[in-house]
T-cell receptor, first 113, second 111 residues
Framework: EAGVAQSPRYKIIEKRQSVAFWCNPI?????LYWYQQILGQGPKLLIQ????????DSQLPKDRFSAERLKGVDSTLKIQPAKLEDSAVYLC???????????FGPGTRLTVL | GENVEQHPSTLSVQEGDSAVIKCTYS??????FPWYKQELGKGPQLIID?????GEKKDQRIAVTLNKTAKHFSLHITETQPEDSAVYFC??????????FGTGTSLTVIP
């Protein structure tokens, strides 16, 4: 079974620039999550999708972050404009019917200079 | 909201010894507690979980205990092996959607 795919794996940008991340969940997984993991901390939920609808985006900084999941499969997360404090690993996860986010992608490490 | 604290932040054990990682949570409504293992350069991997109606759960060398009264839960790894070296995260949830993660424990198993 293929895992959760994410790209790019690494991205370096300057502050105020824009960046986009892509996630392809495991086939058939209706629930998709985006997490932000700052160095030395646990993952923090940014947004959760059920199919192509948003379940929870209460911790998404909506003035600069946006996410979409067209057709209920792939998802993109965008930051515009980026700030220094956005430097982190952005993780995508998906789940079938089980309770917890079970399958995480390898993440995209973002460095904002 | 929920606050999950995790200790210790780093842990070194000799191969074959046991390792214990402890977490506390603040929201008494939390009822589901997964544990994750994160290897360098990879995303977290769910390794074991426990629900609030169970006090202990085991899976081979890994066990998790839960004390609802004290609001703490622990991960126990017995007969540790070098491949157990990783960062471990605990998490807590009361809705099944929003999961609050601990700050992680970096475990090193010394051969």
């Amino acid at each position: 079974e293929a895992g959760v795919a994410q790209s790019p794996r690494y991205k370096i940008i300057e502050k105020r620039q824009s960046v986009a991340f892509w996630c392809n969940p495991i086939s058939g997984h209706a629930t998709l999550y985006w997490y932000q993991q700052i160095l030395g901390q646990g993952p923090k939920l940014l947004i959760q999708f059920q199919n192509n609808g948003v379940v929870d985006d209460s911790q998404l900084p909506k003035d600069r972050f946006s996410a979409e999941r067209l057709k209920g499969v792939d998802s993109t997360l965008k930051i515009q404009p980026a700030k220094l404090e956005d430097s982190a690993v952005y993780l995508c996860a998906s789940r079938p019917g089980s309770l917890a986010p079970r399958y995480f992608g390898p993440g995209t490490r973002l460095t904002v200079l | 909201g929920e606050n999950v604290e995790q200790h210790p932040s780093t842990l070194s054990v000799q191969e074959g010894d046991s390792a214990v990682i402890k977490c506390t949570y603040s929201d008494s409504a939390s009822n589901y507690f997964p544990w994750y293992k994160q290897e360098l350069g990879k995303g977290p991997q769910l390794i074991i979980d426990i629900r609030s109606n169970v006090g202990e759960k085991k899976d081979q060398r890994i066990a998790v205990t839960l004390n609802k009264t004290a609001k703490h839960f622990s991960l126990h790894i017995t007969e540790t092996q070098p491949e157990d070296s990783a960062v471990y995260f605990c998490a807590a949830s009361n809705t099944g959607n929003q999961f609050y993660f601990g700050t992680g424990t970096s475990l090193t198993v010394i051969p």
